[in-house]
C-alpha cells in the first residue's frame, strides 16, 4: 500500500504565505513526478504544479512567479511554498505522486487526502 500524507494547510491573510508538504510512504520502488492539485468549491480539480524526479517542474499560469515546487528524493516529500497568496487560492489542496510500487507493476496515480488552505482577511 502507498500513502500520501499532506500538511501545512490553514487561514492566511490576503498577501500571506504558506508551506505545504506531502510526503510518500508505503511500499514504493519509484517514483517519477509528484504534484499539487487544488480544487475550489464548485470548481474542477486542476493542476497547481509539478515536478519530476530530475527537477523539471511545470505550473498552472495562475501560480507562476508566487508558487514554488520542490522535492525531497531521499525521503519521497513533495513541498509547494505558496506566497502572495490570494483569496483565490482558497482551495482544497491534493498532493499527487506517480510511481511504481515494483517492477512488475504499472505506473499509477495515487492521492493524498487533500488540504483545506484558506485565504481571507
Known amino acids: 500500500q502507498v500513502q500520501l500524507v499532506e500538511s501545512g494547510g490553514g487561514l492566511v491573510q490576503p498577501g500571506g504565505s504558506l508551506r505545504l508538504s506531502c510526503a510518500a510512504s508505503g511500499n514504493i520502488f519509484s517514483i517519477y513526478a509528484m504534484g499539487w492539485y487544488r480544487q475550489g468549491p464548485g470548481k474542477q480539480r486542476r493542476l497547481v504544479a509539478t515536478?519530476?524526479?530530475?527537477?523539471?517542474?511545470n505550473y498552472a499560469d495562475s501560480v507562476k512567479g508566487r508558487f514554488t515546487i520542490s522535492r525531497d528524493n531521499a525521503n519521497n516529500t513533495v513541498y509547494l511554498q505558496m506566497n502572495s497568496l490570494k483569496p483565490e487560492d482558497t482551495a482544497v489542496y491534493y498532493c499527487?505522486?506517480?510511481?511504481?510500487?515494483?517492477?512488475?507493476?504499472?505506473?499509477?496515480?495515487?492521492w493524498g487526502q487533500g488540504t483545506q488552505v484558506t485565504v481571507s482577511s
Open positions: 515536478i519530476t524526479s530530475s527537477d523539471n517542474t
Open positions: 499527487n505522486a506517480d510511481l511504481r510500487q515494483d517492477l512488475r507493476q504499472p505506473r499509477r496515480n495515487y
